[in-house]
Structure formats: structure tokens, C-alpha cells
């Protein structure tokens, strides 16, 4: 999900956005806020994450990047300054909420099936993640705003030509990517702990798996991070084999993102229509 976010905007802003890591971040802390201090329960988080974080990256685009690419900014000057972005993103979300973990105090049941235990938590995770992948292939397919949105990541110049508001299409599409890393964010807090660090800690594995899924392809992203989910889990059955901490598990992503530019810098987005 927080993949899938970073993608679409790629697709249409056509920069990496490392300031993404700490929208997934400020989703979780906004869930926190939603479920333990106000008491509201683990499923008010998610809508509240969701417009909150998506609000915040509407204007992380409309205030700094929008600006800094009418003035004929680069690539390079783009990322630079989404990383500077994060910074102060991830420093404001410390002052507020401290830098000691947090918890969510939900507990969920589990089953155990011969060495296989499955937690209510995943199961939710794997529903939400299925169900928002299939609204937003339908929302792409189906809806005006999602031709609109594939029409703009495809040819802007065309799209622009042909009446679409291109502009206001991509101010769309930062909510909603904003909006799906806080989504994300929730479940990482809730599956390990919340600090400030929480988004920048998975920022290679979502990387890894946008730039695998092919950089700006909605459906190779979904691919890609199953590809990822599960070479990382493999690795840390041949890491304790070879006896290497777990801890090490990072790098399995990025060894897929240094042999997946080097050998196809496209990524797997040659096997799917752009999206």
C-alpha cells in the first residue's frame, strides 16, 4: 500500500518523493491519536488517517513541489528538497509526539496451524491490502478521474490538450497516495511500534517495490511487492541457516533494486498496460 501510493504520484509528478516515508509515519501517529488517546477504536484510525495524511500531502505538493517545478526545478532538485521535507516533517512529528516507541493496545486472536500461526492482524492486513488494490483498479478503469489519472502519468501534453485539468488530476492523486501510505503506516505500527522513525525505516523496501513494479505502474507495484514480501521473508530462513542475524533482511531488497536497475531498469512494467 505504501508502494502503490508512492508510485502514483511518481507516475504524474515524474520525481521520487522521499518525503513519502514520513507521510506513511504522520498516518500512524494519526491513528494512535484516533484509536488510543481519543479512544475511538482501531477501525476509526484508518478514515482519519486517511483525509488527515492525504490533506498533508496535498499541500506538501501544492506548497513546495507545485512552486519548485514552475520555476523549472529538476529531478535532482525535487528530491533533494522531498528529503528535506521529510526532515522537517519527522522532527515536527517528534516535538508533537515524542521519540519513544508507542503502542497499539489492540489485541488480536490467533490461530495456529501446525507451525504456521496466523494473527487476526495479518488477516486484515491481506483483506485490506486485496480490497484496496481492487477499488483502486476499478477507480482507474472505471471512473473519469481514473482515466483522467492515467491519461496525465501517460502523456501530460495530450491529456492537457484534450481538456483534462491536469493540474488539479495530480493534486488528486497526491491525496489519495498520501492518503494509502497512512493506511499503510497504521498496519506497520500496529504489526511492530510507532516512533518517528517508523516510515523511513521500510523506505527502501517501498522503493525497492516501486522501482521492481516498474516506476509509475500501479499493477506492477501490486506484483512487485509480493515479490519482495516474500523473497524477504525467504531470506531470513537462509540468513539463520548461514547464521547471520535477521536483522539483515533489508538487504534483500535492496539487492532486488540494484540487480532489478541494473539488469531491467523497467521493472515489470513491460508485462502491464501503464496504470
Given at each position: 500500500m505504501g508502494a502503490v501510493g508512492l508510485t502514483l504520484t511518481y507516475?504524474?509528478?515524474?520525481?521520487?518523493?522521499?518525503?513519502?516515508?514520513?507521510?506513511?509515519?504522520?498516518?500512524?501517529?494519526?491513528?494512535?491519536?484516533?484509536?488510543?488517546?481519543?479512544?475511538?477504536?482501531?477501525?476509526?484510525?484508518?478514515?482519519a488517517a486517511f483525509l488527515v495524511t492525504g490533506a498533508v500531502g496535498l499541500l506538501c505538493y501544492r506548497l513546495v513541489f507545485q512552486p519548485l517545478a514552475g520555476r523549472g526545478a529538476t529531478i535532482i532538485h525535487l528530491m533533494v528538497a522531498s528529503i528535506g521535507l521529510g526532515f522537517v516533517l519527522r522532527y515536527s512529528i517528534g516535538s508533537i509526539w515524542g521519540w519513544k516507541p508507542l503502542y497499539f493496545s489492540a489485541k488480536w486472536p490467533s490461530?495456529?496451524?501446525?507451525?504456521?500461526?496466523?494473527?487476526?492482524?495479518?488477516?486484515?492486513?491481506?483483506?485490506?491490502?486485496?480490497?484496496?488494490?481492487?477499488?483502486?483498479?476499478?477507480?482507474?478503469?472505471?471512473?473519469?478521474?481514473?482515466?483522467?489519472?492515467?491519461?496525465?502519468?501517460?502523456?501530460?501534453?495530450?491529456?492537457?490538450?484534450?481538456?483534462?485539468?491536469?493540474?488539479?488530476?495530480?493534486?488528486?492523486?497526491?491525496?489519495?497516495?498520501?492518503?494509502?501510505?497512512?493506511?499503510?503506516?497504521?498496519?506497520?505500527?500496529?504489526?511492530?511500534?510507532?516512533?518517528?522513525?517508523?516510515?523511513?525505516?521500510?523506505?527502501?523496501?517501498?522503493?525497492?517495490?516501486?522501482?521492481?513494479?516498474?516506476?509509475?505502474?500501479?499493477?506492477?507495484?501490486?506484483?512487485?511487492?509480493?515479490i519482495i514480501g516474500l523473497a524477504e521473508n525467504c531470506g531470513i530462513v537462509a540468513l539463520m541457516a548461514l547464521g547471520f542475524s535477521t536483522s539483515y533482511r533489508i538487504a534483500v531488497a535492496f539487492l532486488i533494486l540494484i540487480v532489478t536497475l541494473i539488469v531491467k531498469p523497467q521493472g515489470l512494467a513491460m508485462f502491464f498496460r501503464r496504470g
Open positions: 507516475g504524474l509528478s515524474k520525481f521520487p518523493n522521499f518525503a513519502h516515508a514520513e507521510l506513511l509515519t504522520l498516518g500512524a501517529f494519526i491513528g494512535y491519536l484516533v484509536s488510543e488517546q481519543l479512544g475511538l477504536g482501531f477501525g476509526a484510525a484508518f478514515p490461530l495456529d496451524m501446525g507451525p504456521l500461526r496466523i494473527t487476526g492482524l495479518w488477516v486484515w492486513i491481506i483483506v485490506s491490502a486485496v480490497s484496496l488494490s481492487v477499488i483502486m483498479h476499478l477507480i482507474l478503469i472505471k471512473t473519469k478521474i481514473g482515466k483522467a489519472i492515467r491519461a496525465t502519468a501517460s502523456n501530460p501534453e495530450l491529456a492537457k490538450a484534450s481538456g483534462v485539468n491536469t493540474d488539479r488530476v495530480i493534486l488528486i492523486t497526491w491525496f489519495v497516495g498520501a492518503g494509502l501510505a497512512a493506511v499503510a503506516g497504521i498496519f506497520r505500527a500496529a504489526s511492530t511500534q510507532i516512533w518517528p522513525m517508523t516510515g523511513w525505516d521500510i523506505i527502501l523496501p517501498i522503493f525497492a517495490v516501486a522501482i521492481l513494479g516498474g516506476i509509475g505502474n500501479f499493477y506492477g507495484s501490486i506484483v512487485a511487492a509480493f
